[in-house]
């Protein structure tokens, strides 16, 4: 079965990166993109991206643009995403998600990385 | 920016209808999808393209559209229906979810 697994809960003070990983098992890689979607406390869903693994083109939400990158590396079936200059606002639960293109519907979900920023 | 409007709670009591609606602008003319969220859980696709329903999700949980509202249905409401609902589309070259619908299950 489709399986997406994800790093721990990380804990960051302001200005900061933090690195989750999303590893993939179940179903070929390559044939599905990943979104990463996250969820600050007590609120709703925010879109951060997308990228496909087959060949690498990302679409991120605007108001991340120069903050998150999105990479995979297909020989761990890995999906990463790095958010740099972290602020408090930024404290959520990051999800990773299969998706077969930017405007396509999340299939299956990772269990989810809590992210803390705070001095 | 594209924006999708939920109510932010439902109340149905246990064996009826609920009825979730997500509103946005010409909505009819896109996609639109359903996830259901527990408490402390991951988000779970129960209706996507509309109206098709995931492998594994049960036929209470239907979706249709109209105009510029979408519809998630849930017939014979049960206890364990009692969740979060977040409506999501394609806007404006971004993905976009409504706030989210608590539904309550009396």
């Known amino acids: 079965q489709v399986q997406l697994v994800q790093s721990g809960a990380e804990v960051k003070k302001p200005g900061a990166s933090v690195n989750v990983s999303c590893k993939a098992s179940g179903y070929t890689f390559t044939s599905y993109g990943i979104s990463w979607v996250r969820q600050a406390p007590g609120k709703g869903l925010e879109w951060m991206g997308w990228?496909?693994?087959?060949?690498?083109?990302?679409n991120h939400a605007q108001k991340l643009q120069g903050r998150v990158t999105m990479t995979t590396d297909t020989s761990t079936s890995t999906a990463y995403m790095e958010l740099r200059s972290l602020r408090s606002d930024d404290t959520a639960v990051y999800y990773c998600a299969t998706s077969g293109t930017p405007a396509a519907h999340f299939d299956y979900w990772g269990q989810g990385t809590l992210v803390t920023v705070s001095s | 920016s594209y924006e999708l409007t939920q109510p932010p709670s439902v109340a149905v009591s246990p064996g009826q209808t609920a009825s979730i609606p997500c509103s946005g602008d010409k909505l009819g003319t896109r996609y639109a999808c359903w996830y259901q969220q527990k408490p402390g859980q991951s988000p779970v696709l129960v209706v996507y393209?509309?109206?098709k329903r995931p492998s594994g999700i049960p036929e209470r949980f239907s979706g249709s559209t109209s105009g510029n509202t979408a519809t998630l249905t849930i017939s014979g409401t049960q206890a364990l229906d009692e969740a979060d609902y977040y409506c999501?589309?394609?806007?404006?070259?971004?993905?976009?979810f409504g706030g989210g619908t608590k539904l309550t299950v009396l």
């Open positions: 999501q589309a394609w806007g404006s070259s971004t993905v976009v």
């Open positions: 393209q509309d109206n």
């Open positions: 990228i496909s693994v087959y060949n690498g083109n990302t």
